[in-house]
């Protein structure tokens, strides 16, 4: 099993940068793809950009650009630098990892861009 916990979400103004993590727990070495996830009220849950244990990436068309994707040692976190955001990113951002038997998922962080 494995267990993530995401931080760094908030109140930001449009054009301004957030950095969540995620720190992931328990079976990290089966880890092979780790990721972030958003939904907005009323929207089903979209890619927002992965990273595979050999630093494949990939990014949503929505976020290229301004997010940069960036995994810990060892698949000990991952993390999402959000910059120039805008008010249409407003979700809760999700953590996921992928293992070689289970996927997981983090509780969600709450994003808000607003000014």
């Known amino acids: 099993q494995v267990q993530l916990v995401e931080s760094g979400g908030g109140l930001v103004q449009p054009g301004g940068s957030l950095r969540l993590s995620c720190a992931a727990s328990?079976?990290?070495?089966?880890?092979?793809?780790m990721g972030w996830y958003r939904q907005a009220p009323g929207n089903e849950r979209e890619l927002v950009a992965t990273?595979?244990?050999?630093?494949?990436?990939k990014y949503a068309d929505s976020v290229k650009g301004r997010f940069t994707i960036a995994r810990g040692s060892a698949n000990s976190a991952v993390h999402l630098q959000m910059d120039n955001l805008k008010p249409e990113d407003t979700a809760v951002y999700y953590c996921r990892a992928i293992a070689t038997t289970t996927t997981s998922w983090g509780q969600g962080t709450q994003v808000t861009v607003s000014s």
């Open positions: 328990g079976n990290i070495a089966s880890i092979y793809v």
């Open positions: 990273i595979t244990s050999l630093n494949s990436i």
